[in-house]
């Protein structure tokens, strides 16, 4: 008996300990696991004017270039189905076939296809959808960096050299200072650049961002990590500052018990094909393997579980809320930026895109007192300047110690117990389980 109930506080002492010992994957290494999150859809619509098998055709080219991408596949008969779903992405006079790709917001991108030779403009139309130069480069970065920041030129060569500076000067930061996060990473964080010339070419990546290359007067900067997510909204590189990109990229670095919404830490994906080869890359250079049934039930109770956190850990408060060289102040210095769309004094609308109806604002840890840095590791011989300013004062009325940075709202943050005490319980009725087991057992055998 006494065996039994010693058996018994072990198990219960394990289920209360998952908290405790659940903190080993970062919102970096989370990015990297699908949960539950929803794809993009691609349809391929027919109707009975087309040739006899283009269907099956159509069918055979999707499957074919899609392979391995983040896009579930449909083919549907306008004559068959006319009410199907498709149809509520189609426009009515879209001549058929054509195919129409969905995005997780409900975006829609329609290929048209109504040619004579289908076959040979439905392949390559297709794998545009998810293989491009920039698409590449940054899968090539992803697996081994801390993050790959985005750089999409606007028209004014100026503007563009303002941002990239700033954007640079964000990385050299944060790297010189990653032993200040939760989950440092050795490798740095990379620059990838869309020029204007590569706008054809990236029509897919840049429609999957919601950006209009037809407006594109100023640069937009997008952090990326994990499995190609956005982490976040689209920056305006004529208005972010360098201190703003350091918050967004110190995220990344966080324990996935921060308490960051679930949201952020599963932001949409590019589309993009993610094969066999890269997932065991990834898998080896992660130590755990991100497709694994039990590391994704296990990632899934983190995250509800850390909720309880109060935010971000401290120790990189230091990094945020000290420094505004924006790369609008460094191309006004140069007398380059033209200051279209300049927003009113004391606002930081440096977000392009309002973020989805449904995402959480960003959680930003409130800026503390000024503390003493390490000494930053030299980055080409240059060690960035880590001198403070005084912090800004918090927004009338908002006793919330996060603040999101386009609109000044609390997070959607669960400060609660309720789930230690759902633990507890369920621990509980494990050590009755096992108890009842056990004794039947000695029962039985005497």
């Known amino acids: 008996m006494k065996r039994s109930l010693q058996l018994v506080a072990l198990i219960a002492l394990l289920s209360l300990s998952i908290p405790a010992a659940a903190c080993r994957y970062s919102v970096r290494e989370v990015g990297f696991v699908n949960l539950d999150e929803a794809p993009y859809r691609f349809y391929g619509v027919v109707d009975e004017s087309a040739a006899p098998g283009t269907a099956a055709l159509f ?66 139309a297709l794998e545009a959808l998810v293989v491009s130069p920039v698409r590449t480069a940054i899968q090539t970065d ?90 976040g909204g689209v920056l305006r590189g004529d208005k972010v500052t360098q201190n703003e990109l350091v918050r967004v990229l110190a995220l990344v670095g966080t324990s996935c018990e921060c308490g ?54 401290s120790n990189f408060n230091a990094l945020l809320g000290y420094r505004e060289t924006g790369a609008q102040q460094a191309a006004a210095a140069a007398g380059s930026l033209a200051p279209e769309n300049a927003a009113p004094a004391g606002d930081t609308p440096y977000i392009e895109d309002v973020p989805l109806d ?42 919330d110690p996060h603040l999101a940075l386009q609109t000044g709202e609390a997070p959607a943050l669960v400060h609660s117990w309720l789930p230690v005490y759902v633990v507890a319980v369920v621990a509980l009725l494990n050590a009755a389980v096992v108890t009842f087991i056990v004794l039947r057992a000695r029962k039985l055998r005497s």
């Open 59 to 124: 069918k055979r080219i999707a499957y074919t270039e899609l392979l391995d991408a983040n896009i579930e596949i449909e083919i549907v008969d306008r004559a068959a189905t006319p009410t199907h779903l498709a149809f509520e992405h189609l426009p009515p006079e879209t001549p058929l076939p054509a195919g129409v790709l969905v995005s997780p917001e409900g975006q829609t991108r329609i290929i048209p296809l109504l040619v004579e030779n289908f076959e040979a403009v439905a392949a390559p």
């Open 142 to 231: 992803m697996i081994e960096s801390f993050a790959v920041v985005l750089l999409v030129h606007g028209d004014t060569p100026a503007a563009n050299d303002a941002a990239r500076k700033v954007t640079q000067a964000a990385i050299d930061e944060i790297t010189a200072n990653q032993n200040q996060l939760d989950k440092p990473v050795d490798e740095a964080a990379k620059l990838v650049e869309l020029p204007a010339d590569a706008r054809e070419a990236e029509a897919a990546l840049l429609w999957s961002l919601d950006i209009d290359p037809a407006s594109l007067s100023a640069p937009r900067i997008v952090v990326l990590f994990g499995k190609a997510r956005r982490m």
């Open 260 to 313: 960051l919404d679930r949201k952020w830490m599963q932001g949409t994906m590019l589309p993009m094909r993610w094969g066999s080869e890269l997932d065991a890359a990834l898998a080896a250079h992660l130590g755990f393997d991100p497709e694994s049934p039990m590391v994704k039930t296990e990632i899934s109770q983190i995250i509800a579980l850390g909720a309880r956190n109060q935010g971000v850990n």
């Open 358 to 399: 449904d995402a959480a604002p960003m959680p930003v840890p409130v800026p503390m007192p000024a503390v003493a840095l390490p000494k930053a590791v030299p980055i080409d011989g240059v060690v960035p300047k880590l001198a403070p300013e005084t912090p800004p004062a918090l927004p009338p009325g908002m006793p």
